[in-house]
């Protein structure tokens, strides 16, 4: 019989912000599923509360760039279960400008809602991962914070930034049983890709070498290995998701 792990989530506390739409809720579906108790943080009270009834899954209104907001939060998953297992670091704020365009005002908005959300998560994560005995930590970030994409100037900033608090979170809290890892998503078919609304008609994908943008469940899978014990001696490190995107050259056929 094989030793190695394989995905199996059944009755881990993991907490996935963000999971009112698009990544987040998908991937809560797909952790309820493999039987995850599932605590839904977003901000979208009326959708996360549906998902969360349709699933099974537990919704707690969270801004994640309010401290007092993770802390209740917590409160709650301590209360209810006593420790914390997994924490996916999903929910992040997107538009496109050019750094003429931008304002310092929405500029420092977007870092502190994407850096500094990531880090409250951390932070709060850390003692009832311990209870646990250990845990993991997933931050997605984006292939925007890999290059000088134009137009990203705030969202490619925020997402630079949160490899670097990823990789020293991995430093620090590895001593203490707790993994961290980064993925880096593509264009992923979700309504923050097309600016809130559905997949623009594009009849080529050619700059992508698997020509087709990615899903959400292509993503989904990936979190769950990286939650789960099949990637237990994995951390640190950074994943890209984007159908080989980043890989080379952008073909010109």
Do not use: C
């Not at 917590?74 to 914390?84: A, F, K, Q, T, W």
């Amino acid at each position: 019989m094989s030793s190695v792990p394989g995905i199996d989530l059944a009755n881990r506390v993991i907490i996935i912000t963000g999971a009112a739409q698009g990544q987040g809720e998908v991937e809560a579906a797909h952790f309820a599923e493999l039987g995850a108790h599932v605590y839904m943080a977003d901000i979208k009270d009326e959708a996360g509360e549906a998902i969360a009834q349709r699933i099974g899954a537990t919704y707690v209104h969270t801004d994640i760039a309010s401290e007092a907001d993770w802390a209740h939060l917590m409160g709650r998953v301590m209360s209810d279960h006593g420790r914390l297992d997994a924490l996916v670091n999903n929910a992040s704020i997107y538009w496109v400008r050019t750094i003429e365009e931008e304002n310092v005002e929405d500029f420092n908005r977007l870092l502190t809602t994407n850096v500094g959300g990531t880090f409250l998560g951390i932070k709060a994560a850390v003692e009832p991962m311990m209870a646990a005995g250990g845990g993991s930590i997933v931050n997605v970030a984006s292939i925007a914070g890999t290059r000088g994409l134009e137009r990203h100037v705030a969202y490619g900033s925020s997402k630079w930034a949160m490899r670097g608090l990823s990789k020293v979170a991995a430093t620090e809290l590895g001593p203490k049983g707790i993994r961290v890892n980064i993925i880096l998503p593509g264009i992923i078919d979700t309504p923050m890709s097309w600016g809130g609304g559905t997949k623009p008609v594009i009849s080529t994908f050619d700059h992508i070498p698997l020509q087709r943008v990615g899903t959400a469940d292509d993503v989904a899978g990936l979190v769950a290995f990286l939650v789960s014990d099949a990637s237990g001696y994995l951390s640190g490190a950074e994943i890209t998701v984007d159908g080989g995107a980043t890989v080379g050259i952008p073909r010109t056929n």
